[in-house]
């Protein structure tokens, strides 16, 4: 939706048999959201992995940016985990990304929250 502000989504990847296996997962989602990691400037996308807290491993992808580009982050950290794992997009909780949205308010030099 055009001049829809940025906020906190969630991509979160269930179904790992394991913790290993949801660790193992964040080096090739995190080279998918930024392939060049030594790269001039701020990310397109601001985000930042996570373990969820829930009894079973869940590995969480915060992202500070539209629905739309959200959804296809999304859609990029699915390529990555194949069709064996549920990947679900939803918002997040601004609290528990809050260095996103501070890095997005520093890059951009806006006074979002």
Known sequence: MAGERPRVYEIR???CAGTDEALALQEPI???LCPEPEHAGPCAVPWDITLG?????????GVYTTRER?????????????????VVLGEGDPGRFETLVEQYRIEHGTGLV
């Not at 807290?53 to 992808?61: R, W, Y």
């Not at 990029?76 to 194949?82: A, K, M, Y």
């Open 13 to 15: 990847v269930q179904g």
């Open 30 to 32: 995190a080279r998918t």
């Open 70 to 86: 959200a959804a296809e982050a999304a859609g990029q950290v699915r390529e990555v985990v194949g069709g064996t794992l549920s």
């Open 53 to 61: 807290d829930t009894d079973e491993p869940v590995l969480v992808v």
